[in-house]
């Protein structure tokens, strides 16, 4: 994937999120497991990137995230707990919706229409 985390930490007013994460993603589909108040939903914001780092270097193939956001944004597959999709939609709807919302996602939205 080319996904490098170094040295990030995040901070909100005095209280720490993140504190000097390192690490780098290899091939497959990750995952984030903790508990309440860990920091998953923070490390997301960070990879989508709606927040930066408050310290440290997010890197997608090289290149700093905060300089080229987008670059991640194409490739990454992140649905947020909550993104305000009204529930009265239909199934279409939704994935229209959630391609607008959710980093532009890479499906094609009339070859998921066709397919339901």
């Given at each position: 994937m080319g996904l490098n985390l170094q040295s990030?930490?995040?901070?909100?007013?005095?209280?720490?999120?993140?504190?000097?994460?390192?690490?780098?993603f290899g091939t497959g589909i990750p995952?984030?497991?903790g508990s309440t108040g860990a920091g998953k939903s923070t490390l997301?914001?960070?990879?989508?990137?709606?927040?930066?780092?408050?310290?440290g270097?997010?890197?997608?193939?090289?290149?700093?995230?905060v300089n080229?956001?987008?670059?991640?944004?194409?490739?990454?597959?992140?649905?947020?707990?909550?993104?305000?999709?009204?529930?009265?939609?239909?199934?279409?709807e939704f994935l229209e919706q959630a391609d607008i919302c959710c980093c532009s996602l890479s499906y094609n939205v009339s070859s998921a229409h066709s397919a339901l």
């Open positions: 990030i930490s995040k901070n909100h007013g005095t209280k720490q999120s993140l504190k000097n994460i390192t690490f780098t995952g984030l497991l997301m914001k960070m990879l989508s990137p709606v927040e930066i780092p408050t310290i270097t997010i890197l997608f193939k090289g290149q700093d995230l080229q956001p987008n670059n991640l944004r194409r490739a990454l597959r992140y649905l947020p707990r909550d993104f305000g999709i009204s529930p009265n939609k239909n199934p279409v």
